[in-house]
C-alpha cells in the first residue's frame, strides 16, 4: 500500500516536472523568436511601438502566453473530461436527475461565461498596456534623472508612477475578484441542485430508504465538481482576458518577414542606386515624401539637402530599408532593396544623428560585435585617423581599453560622432549614409573629416544630408527636398 502510495506521488510528481519544464522551453522559445523577430526587423521604425511594448512583448507575453493560455487550455481540456465522466456515473445511477443536473450545469456554465467573460477582452488589453506604461514612466524618469533633479519635478514623477499604479491595482483587484467569484456561486448552485434532485426524487414516487443513498452519492460527486468546474471558469476567464496577447504575439510575429528568401539577391552593388516615384507618410502623418526621383551614381559623393523636418532623416531610412515606401521604389542596379533587404543592409554604412553608445570599451564599441582577437589592427589603426578619434584618444596608451559609460557619460557629443563614423567604416561599407553626423563637431574638425571621407569614394559610395552650403560643394550631385 505505502510502496504503491510513493510510486503515485513520484509519477505525479515527475509529470508536473515535465509539463512545466515543457511550457518554460516554449516560453523561452517564444521569447527567443519574438526578440530575434524584432533585432532583424526591417521596418521597425514603422511600427509606432514605444520600446516599453516592444520589452513587454519579448519578455511577459510569451510567460503569459504559456502560464495562462496553454496552461489554461490544458487545465479545461483534463477537468472537462473529468466532469464528464461524474456526469456520465450520474446519468447510470438515475437518467432523470443524471441528465437534469448535467443540463442544468452547463447551462449555469453558459450563464456564468455569458456575463462573466464579457468586456474582459478589453480589460486584459487595458491592463497589458498599463504594464508597459509603468516600465515606459519608470525608465523615462531614471533617464531624465537629471534634468528632473535640476527642475525639481521628483514628486511630479512620483504622482505619475502612483497612479499608473493605481490602475494596474483597480484592474487587478477587478480581476481577481471575477476569479474567485465562480466558486462561491458554484457552491450555492450546487445545494440548490441538491435540493433540487431531493424535490424530484420524491415527486417521482421513489421510496425515502432509497433516496438517500442516491442523494449521498450526488453530493458526493457535485462536491468533487466544484473545483473543477470553477477552474474551468477562472481559466477560461484568464484566457479570453489574455486575447490580446495572442492577438499581439500573433501580429507581430506575422511581421517579422521571411528574408532567407531571394537569398542571391543584392549581393554586390556596381552601378547605381534609383529612387523612382518614392512616396512616403508614417501611419499618423501626411505625405512626408511626394513622388521624388533621383539617381546615386556608384563611386560619388551624393548630397541631400532641405530645411530641417524636410524628410531627410526619412529619405535615409528608406534607401536603408527601414521604413517601407508608400508607393514608388528604390532600385539597387535595378533590383528592389526589398528583395534582399538583409543584403542589402550588409553593403551599407549608416551614421545616424543619434550613436547608439553601449557601455563598454572605446575599441568594443568601436568594433560592436567584433570579438577582440578577431580585430583587424591595421584597418582599425586607419580607421581611428579617418575619424579623427587619434585627437582624444591614443591607441598605444591605453585609452581604447577605457570604459565609455553608459549612453557614452564620458564622452562628448562630438567624440560620440566620431565613434559612430569609426563603427561605420570598420565595416567596410559599399554604400555610406551620413545624416548630420558632423553637427556636433566644430567647422573645422567637420571639414576635416569630410575631407578625408571624400578620399574614400573611390571604394565607398556616399549619402551625405546636411544643411552646410559648405559640405554640399563637396559633393558631386544633389537633391534638394525643400522643392
Ligand atoms: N516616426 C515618425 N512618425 C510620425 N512622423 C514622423 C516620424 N518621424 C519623423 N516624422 C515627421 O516627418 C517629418 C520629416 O522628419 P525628418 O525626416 O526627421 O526630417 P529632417 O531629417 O529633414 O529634419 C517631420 O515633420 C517629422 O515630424
Ligand atoms: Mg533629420
Redesign the pocket.
Known sequence: MIIFYLIKTIIIILISYIKSKKLLELNASISQKMFSGYINQEIS?TI?SNSAYITRNIIDFPSAFTNKVLLGIFTIFSEAIFVLGVFFIFINLNTLIGLSITVLTFFFIFIFSFFNLKNLNKFGKTLNDQYAKRVKVAREAIEGLKDINLLNKQDFYNEIYINENSKIIDLNAMFELRAVLPRYLLEFFTITLISLSMLILLYSGVSVSEIFPLISILAAGLLKLIPSISKILSFSQRIKSHENTIDTIYNEAKKFKKIDQNINALKSFENEIEIKNLSFR?P??EN?LQNVNFTIKKNTMFGIK?V????????LNLISGFLNPTSGMILSDGHDIFDNIYNWQKLLGLIPQKVFISDDTLISNICLGVKKKDIDENLLRNIIKISKIDQFADINKGDFDKIVGERGSNLSAGQIQRIGLARTLYKKPKIIILDEVTSALDKITENEIFNDIKKLKSEITIIVVSHDEKIMSMCDDFYD?SK
Not at 530641417?308 to 529619405?315: I, R, V, Y
Open positions: 521604425l509606432p508614417y499618423t502623418t512626408i532641405g530641417s523636418g524636410a524628410g531627410k532623416s526619412t529619405c527636398l
